[in-house]
């Protein structure tokens, strides 16, 4: 009977924890639930304010803010209402998320913030409204580009007046690129903010990390308001980059042939050279050939992109050889980097015949001569042989490199001379079997020219003369 008692409590008692255990989990889903609503209500605002401000529906964007929202949710890439607004250049939306206390120092996952934006667009008034509000006039992308670099590059000098008189760094340095705010200023030719920046202490000589200083900018685009001011703060012509480029032959591979007589005019070495090219030889006719592997290390993004390979004409090339050889350049320099015809497709490795190359091996060593030559030979640049023949040079250059004493017995590393090359040696083919005798009209000037100038039609070249080699490739 007791047994039997203590049984029936026993069971009773553990129904009756059951039913509490139960109640008790059921208020907890029920709070959970509640819970769980109003974190997404919240949620969902947040994302409205987003989304808002993404579509430009600033009307929204102030409703929300208004109804508390934190003006400083974000995106799942950092994103901010503020930053959007400072992206579409909203002034007056900027203002009322900085009441609400948005975080003018903000950035998404690249380190972009609303400053610039603002920069970016060049927009004063925003620059003015989030300095004021405290935005880091230094604050930069994860690149290293700062709010100054990217106004110096869009151009506004209020954007530019107004950070560096905030506190912005006029020698910043880009982490990638090493880059300056005076470069991108100079890149993109804004004259005014080039003088401003130089006049708060900017430094005219620092390098990218690829080599380019401000001067080689000014050469690139033959700005030479912009080098004299450059000069007037000490840039020295003839310091060299970090990769050892020399302005001069830059300035004549960019076309730039104005502006390369200007840096003679102020005292330039005649003999400066960019990638083991003398600028004589730049100037003589196309070294594309040899400027290969330097366009390969500079690229063309960003600052580079504009970089331009256009050859200059015969009529400009020979107030260039003139100027250069009257001011010392030495008609006999050699070139000191190897190169090969159709480089793209191989290397010298194997001498005088290397494969694709039509005849010749290491063009190590060629002579102003010999690139003027193989200029006139009209296969500069040129792949399919039946193409028509072109030269960016002229037998006016021959003549003036000859009458300067240039020595045209002077070979190249597989021993071709330039007489070879005018002759055809090297002329360029791709396809196998294609014909090859594709008449000339300037490898016959130029022919003729150096057969005048005491040429020898007979010297061997391993086991080829000058004489089959135009029979051969000329016809």
């Not at 948005?102 to 690249?110: G, L, R």
């Not at 100037?283 to 504009?306: C, F, K, S, T």
Request: net charge negative; charged share 15%; proline share 4%.
């Amino acid at each position: 009977m007791w047994t039997q008692f203590l049984r029936v409590h026993i069971v009773t008692t553990i129904m009756q924890s059951d039913r509490r255990t139960r109640r008790l989990k059921v208020a907890i889903v029920i709070v959970m639930a509640i819970h769980g609503y109003l974190v997404s209500s919240a949620h969902a605002q947040d994302h409205a304010l987003i989304t808002a401000s993404s579509n430009q529906d600033w009307s929204t964007v102030m409703e929300l803010v208004q109804q508390g929202t934190d003006p400083n949710v974000a995106r799942a890439d950092g994103v901010t209402a503020l930053l959007l607004a400072s992206h579409w250049e909203q002034v007056e939306i900027a203002r009322q998320l900085i009441s609400a206390g948005a975080d003018v120092n903000a950035t998404d996952d690249h380190g972009v913030s609303p400053l610039e934006r603002a920069a970016q667009n060049a927009n004063t008034n925003l620059v003015g409204v989030l300095i004021e509000a405290g935005a880091n006039p230094n604050a930069a992308l994860t690149s290293g580009l700062t709010p100054l670099m990217v106004a110096a590059r869009t151009g506004n000098l209020d954007v530019v007046r107004l950070l560096l008189d905030n506190g912005a760094d006029v020698n910043a340095i880009a982490i990638e690129t090493q880059s300056t705010a005076l470069m991108w200023a100079v890149a993109e030719t804004h004259k005014d903010i080039v003088r401003l920046l130089l006049a708060r202490s900017a430094d005219p000589r620092q390098s990218t990390i690829k080599g380019f200083t401000p001067l080689m900018y000014a050469a690139q685009n033959g700005d030479i308001e912009i080098a004299e001011a450059l000069l007037a703060a000490g840039v020295d012509l003839n310091e060299r980059s970090n990769d050892n480029t020399h302005v001069l032959p830059f300035a004549i591979v960019s076309s730039q042939d104005t502006f390369a007589l200007f840096l003679l005019e102020h005292g330039a070495d005649p003999n400066g050279t960019i990638n083991g090219i003398p600028a004589l030889h730049a100037a003589a006719g196309n070294v594309g050939v040899w400027l290969g592997d330097w366009y390969r290390r500079h690229g063309r993004g960003g600052l580079y992109a504009r970089f331009r390979r256009a050859s200059l004409s015969g009529g400009q090339r020979l107030p260039l050889v003139e100027a250069l050889l009257a001011k010392g350049a030495n008609p006999n320099s050699r070139i000191s980097s190897s190169a090969m015809i159709m480089s793209y497709i191989g290397y010298p490795k194997k001498g005088a015949f290397e494969p694709f190359a039509c005849g010749t091996g290491d063009l190590l060593g060629a002579t102003p001569l010999w690139v003027a030559a193989y200029d006139m030979n009209g296969a500069g640049g040129q792949v399919f042989s039946v193409g028509e023949s072109r030269t960016s040079t002229s037998t006016d250059t021959l003549l003036a490199l000859l009458n300067a004493g240039a020595d045209q017995h002077l070979t190249t590393a597989d021993g071709t001379t330039p007489f070879m090359a005018a002759a055809g040696l090297g002329r360029a083919t791709y396809t196998p079997r294609e014909p090859r005798g594709v008449r000339s009209p300037s490898a016959e000037a130029a022919v003729k020219v150096l057969l005048e100038a005491g040429a020898d039609s007979t010297q061997p070249m391993r086991p080829t003369s000058p004489l089959s080699m135009g029979v051969r490739f000329v016809g």
